[in-house]
């Protein structure tokens, strides 16, 4: 069980050695990374994260334990950053490792569905300052 | 220290109301989360519609009956749709 | 496009590697590892891949090409070992890169499941030589 | 050189004739993929369960119809129930 959320860069390599153990035969990872989509005529240079940590990291938790209950996911990944994420980097990585890749497959798209429903995590996109209007709050950006 | 409450705006509320965090006087017996919000709604104007979307809590606990007191000293959250990932 | 069969090692971070490009903000890998099962009373050691190699690569080819055009895959991953893989290791990483999740991890699952379905690679347990009897077809062992 | 097809055996096929792979001697004229498949259960008769759990193939294709003539030269290979992952 993992939990991150803060303003560091995450790893998919670690995010992966987090997840390995005898036994778990089916290790299913996913990466959402800022797009440089266009917003309003401007390219997304960054998503910024607004967090409500304590809720946040307290629903995070309550996931990955549902995920373990529901799945059998016997170790799970859940990581979000917070703050500023350039267009490119990994905003979230979550994963999750069973002994098959049924229920390792349903475990992370489960983990990453209930995260972008249930937890206090919101995103503004940042365009480039020189067609930059104002801050605006994001709707489709990442994925 | 006047009797109030914490009040804290996240992403578009934030927006709406130009603030993070603002203290509501209340009563010395506090006051429901429904009286609250028509305060906040009257202070706000442009919160309003963001209100009707959003999620609430009290001292990081969601609120499921907005007949639900806050006393002196509790925070309330205004949580708009989450959007992280 | 990414297609492997031999016998190296492979690396997650490595997959992760190919699948990361502009535009892509939903990536998702599955990693399947050799489990040291209890097969016949005696702990999986290892497993062997055998594989019929040139039909192998061509039904790889072939899934690829309908997972990017089925779920607009723009990037994949799809390899495989072939020969002895021990237990912990990884016999296989597939991996999809698409502008978003759904599509992301429908495109990762349909790789795998027409990997396992379509793709003439066989395994074969390798118990440890102490308690072996004899080289036995593999029915449940790796995910 | 006499005319004859390559055949190669694979996983459990592999495990039931004792060898990867046997060059079957044929007339000049072909055979059908169904005669063939004759002549190894008769060679093999732990090959038969086998077979009929596989798929075929003619020089690397897959054979959809045991009509399908083989002629000398061409390989043929029996794959069982594959099980990769």
């Not at chain 1, 240079?45 to 946040?56: C, F, G, Q, S």
């Not at chain 1, 549902?66 to 170790?75: D, I, W």
């Not at chain 1, 994420?85 to 999750?96: D, H, N, P, R």
């Amino acid at each position: 069980m993992s939990v991150r959320l803060g303003p560091r860069a995450l790893s998919l390599a670690r995010a992966y050695a987090e997840l390995t153990g005898p036994g778990l035969g089916g290790i299913v990872l996913f990466a959402g990374r800022v797009r440089p989509d266009r917003v309003a005529g401007a390219r997304v240079r960054a998503l910024d994260y607004e967090v409500d940590r304590t809720v946040a990291l307290e629903r995070l938790r309550a996931i990955e334990t549902t995920a373990r209950r529901r799945f059998g996911a016997e170790r799970t990944v859940l990581w979000h950053r917070s703050g500023s994420v350039a267009a490119g980097e990994v905003a979230v990585i979550v994963g999750a490792a069973c002994a098959h890749r049924d229920p390792a497959f349903r475990a992370a798209r489960y983990l990453i569905e209930e995260l972008k429903r249930s937890v206090p995590i919101w995103k503004e996109v940042l365009a480039p300052p020189a067609r930059r209007r104002r801050r605006r709050p994001a709707r489709p950006a990442a994925r | 220290m006047a009797a109030s409450v914490r009040v804290r705006f996240y992403a578009t509320a934030r927006l709406a109301t130009g603030t993070a965090q603002v203290e509501l006087p209340v009563p010395g017996q506090g006051i429901s989360a429904r009286d609250l919000l028509s305060e906040l709604a009257r202070e706000y104007p442009k919160l309003r519609r963001v209100l009707g979307a959003s999620r609430f809590l009290r001292n990081d606990r969601y609120l499921t009956d907005l007949a639900e007191r806050l006393a002196p000293g509790d925070q309330f959250a205004v949580h708009p749709p989450y959007g992280g990932g």
